[in-house]
């Protein structure tokens, strides 16, 4: 039989093993050993990674590759299911719906997740579970994400509780990855190597200093940006800028690109022409944010951040690869995500805005993972960083700080109630925990508690938490239910109850946690669903409802210009609320302000205003529209779910007309028409318009009509699909059974 060390240099078509690789080996990555890899951004960390799940597959393991970004596992996906398939190693992803357990995920040997996902795989039970021979944790710094640390902190918590499988962690070059190997039960190693050198300068005005002593001047007459990717197109390479907004992201792209066109030959004009047009047609309409970026495209550079769509981002990045977009302006998001290298990295910003301080620097490792941007693998020999300093002061401390210093210690983030809340049900509602002391025991296993030690505060909080979740009834106490008793045969369990603190999840408790919504959300719901029963449920009461939640933070602001017209729709409305208004006075009147102007912004699009329209009246972009919408349709689904639990069938059926118009961003009218497969909002509209307005209307109108209005493809998709939608009919419901159950 092949050795792993042989599949995988033969599947990647690798000579040897890079000093990394070599390292893990040597530590014993193939005998099981727990390992924790310190090491810079593309110092294939991931080929390690492939090694020992390798490994696992030839002694019949599975293997969980936890990754932080939907988009992180997309790449890992890809690139072993390319490599491995050969081999009979199947991969499969796993990152969609919180609320399935993908029982076919039992088929397959690698399988990679974001730790939300495998936490709510975790909270469905997995009968795969025993199988499993290896965790890899991708980014494992990122325990200090107070987002999404405490997540992956539970997670890992929670499967080596349940099983013993050998632990890989990889890690960007932190100073105490020693302490996580500790936690972990880990051997570890640190390493400074990468492939490509990294050549480290600094930017006054318009010359750079480097490392060697090198210096280079830029075009004094242009602004830096322009200057540095002057330089850089010169040399016919590429470079990433960050900029510390998304607007500077943006403004720097447009800037430069002027300059930079008449640079670029005629034949990358037309390419990029082409791909200009490719992001137009990427969402339905579009907008004014679309048409910037087709705009800068044309001129050779882009603008990436989490405002785009997923589409817009994957056209610049697939560009860029091929060296097509010459220029990137992105936040730093694009530095701790995607595998997306270039020749040269320029900070143009160090500092960000950081509310009641100001401005203030920013942490030394974020710098360094944009700095390890620099420099791709298979192309250069050596990449440039370059930090940019207003003066040569600034400059020392640049140095200091981000070239020569280390970066910060990672911290759990565990400590806080909302992630307690949302764990601890979680815990409880999967059976792992049944006692206080459990529970208790549970979270002295976590990172939190092996770097403090001291766990009192924490169990003050989770005392806290256990209260709150049973006076939501989503557990239940064993408190002062049991008598002591003076039988000295009594059994274990019943000595475990005399203890006072058994504790059960109840079947709502359950469903909650498998919804995967903070508990607190899930109790707000359920007493507006009880106030919707007394009164309507309007949609404006629905959307509110879902707005007012941890979930739907940040919520957009009420700027002073729109205060009038916000209180305006409140005062309107008050009667349509699920929870009285506060008054102006009281500490909760902002948020619920706030929620009412973030439901203000789903409605409308509820509404079938134009995505531009949106966006302009209520300053969001793109890629924030699609975010809000999808977890307010997530919301919805949890709310109807919780009104399915407490039978209240006639609030539920409001919830699902609320959710199908967020779906398709239409008025009730419409939701007929589009439960048909290719009719969207804009082809609804345009058929209710033309009097077609019920499934009946459509089926009753001539062929040659429908062409008209939808086009023949679509128009003859439409007719087959309706034959069918007649035979169910008989069989079954109209709207109820498109809506997922029958009421
Ligand atoms: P990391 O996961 O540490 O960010 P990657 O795994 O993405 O790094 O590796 C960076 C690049 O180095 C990839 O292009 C990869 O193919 C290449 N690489 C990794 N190991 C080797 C090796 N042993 N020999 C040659 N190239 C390698």
Redesign the pocket.
């Known amino acids: 039989m092949q050795k792993p060390e042989q599949i995988v240099l033969e599947s ?1 078509g ?1 000579s ?3 000093p990394v ?1 070599k390292m893990a080996l040597k530590k014993g990555l193939l005998d099981g050993r727990n390992l924790i890899v310190a ?1 810079p ?7 390690v990674a492939e090694l020992a799940a390798v490994n696992a597959f030839l002694n019949k393991k599975k293997t969980v590759y936890i990754v932080p970004l939907k988009a992180l596992a997309n790449e890992k996906y890809q690139e072993f299911n390319e490599k491995y398939n050969k081999i009979g190693m199947k991969t499969a992803m796993s990152i969609g719906d919180l609320d399935e357990t993908d029982p076919w995920l039992g088929k397959y040997d690698v399988i990679i997740a974001t730790s939300e996902k495998m936490d709510s795989l975790l909270r469905h039970g997995l009968e795969w579970l025993d199988r499993i021979g290896l965790v890899v944790i991708d980014e494992i710094h990122l325990l200090d994400d107070p987002g999404r640390g405490p997540t992956l902190e539970v997670t890992i918590t929670k499967l080596l509780s349940l099983i013993k499988p050998q632990v890989l962690g990889l890690s960007a070059t932190i100073n105490n990855y020693e302490e996580i190997a500790e936690w972990l039960k880990a051997d570890s190693f640190k390493t400074d190597y990468r ?1 490509v050198k990294v050549e480290k300068g600094i930017c006054i005005d318009d010359k750079i200093h480097f490392e060697d002593e090198r210096i280079i001047e830029l075009d004094s007459s242009s602004e830096q940006s322009t200057g540095i990717t002057l330089d850089t197109v010169d040399k016919k390479k590429q470079l990433i800028i960050f900029a510390n907004t998304r607007r500077g992201a943006e403004s720097t792209a447009e800037k430069v690109g002027f300059d930079i066109k008449k640079k670029l030959p005629e034949n990358e004009k037309f390419e990029l022409f082409r791909i200009s047009e490719e992001i137009i047609h990427s969402i339905d309409r579009p907008t004014k944010q679309c048409e910037r970026l087709a705009g800068c495209v044309r001129n050779g550079t882009a603008f990436h951040h989490a405002g785009l769509v997923a589409k817009q981002r994957s056209i610049i990045e697939d560009n860029f690869r091929k060296g097509v977009i010459k220029l990137i302006a992105a936040t730093p998001t694009l530095a701790a995500g995607i ?1 997306l290298p270039a020749w040269r990295v320029f900070v143009k910003d160090l500092r960000r805005f950081s509310g009641f301080r100001g401005m203030d620097y920013l942490p030394v490792l974020e710098v360094q993972q944009m700095m390890g941007r620099s420099g791709r ?2 192309f250069d020999k050596t990449g440039e960083a370059i930090l940019v300093a207003k003066n040569e002061e600034e400059a020392e401390k640049l140095w200091d700080k981000y070239i020569l210093g280390d970066p910060e210690r990672i911290q759990s983030k565990l400590g806080v109630e909302p992630v307690l809340r949302m764990h601890t049900l979680a815990l409880i509602a999967s059976g792992m925990i049944t006692s206080e002391s459990g529970l208790v025991e549970f979270f002295s296993k976590t990172f939190y508690a092996y770097q403090y030690g001291d766990l009192s505060e924490l169990e003050k909080v989770l005392d806290k938490v256990i209260k709150i979740l049973e006076d939501f009834e989503f557990i239940r106490t064993g408190k002062n239910e049991t008598k002591k008793s003076d039988n000295p045969f009594r059994t274990a369990a019943e000595l475990l109850k005399e203890s006072g603190s058994e504790i059960s999840p109840t079947v709502l408790g359950k469903r909650v946690s498998e919804l995967y919504i903070d508990p607190i959300t899930a109790h707000d719901f359920i007493e507006g669903i009880k106030v919707f029963e007394k009164k309507n449920a309007t949609p404006v009461g629905i959307v509110q409802l879902l707005c007012n939640t941890i979930e739907m933070i940040p919520l957009l602001s009420v700027r002073k210009s729109d205060m009038e017209l916000v209180e305006s729709v409140v005062v309107s409305n008050s009667q349509n609320f699920s929870k009285p208004v506060p008054n102006t006075w009281d500490m909760d009147y902002d948020d619920f302000i706030r929620s009412v102007k973030t439901a203000m912004f789903i409605g409308s699009w509820m509404e079938e205003s134009g995505e531009d329209v949106i966006m302009d009246n209520f300053n969001v972009t793109p890629g924030e529209l699609r975010v809000r919408l999808d977890n307010a349709d997530w919301l919805s689904y949890a709310m109807s779910e919780l009104a399915w639990i407490l039978n209240k069938k006639t609030i539920l059926k409001e919830i699902k007309k609320v959710r199908i118009r967020l779906k398709y961003g239409v008025k009730e009218e419409l939701l007929p028409l589009v439960h048909i497969k290719g009719i969207g909002r804009v082809r609804a509209r345009m058929l209710y318009t033309s009097g077609v307005r019920s499934l009946e209307d459509m089926r009753k109108i001539p062929m040659a009509s429908l062409k008209r209005v939808l086009g023949e493809k679509l128009a003859e998709s439409v007719k087959e699909q309706l034959n069918v939608k007649t035979e169910e009919k008989q069989s079954n419901s109209g709207l109820n059974s498109f809506m997922g159950r029958d009421e």
Do not use: W
Request: a positive charge.
């Open positions: 990647s690798f040897d093993f890079n690789q090491a951004t593309a110092s294939g960390k991931t080929l492939p595998n693998p298979k």
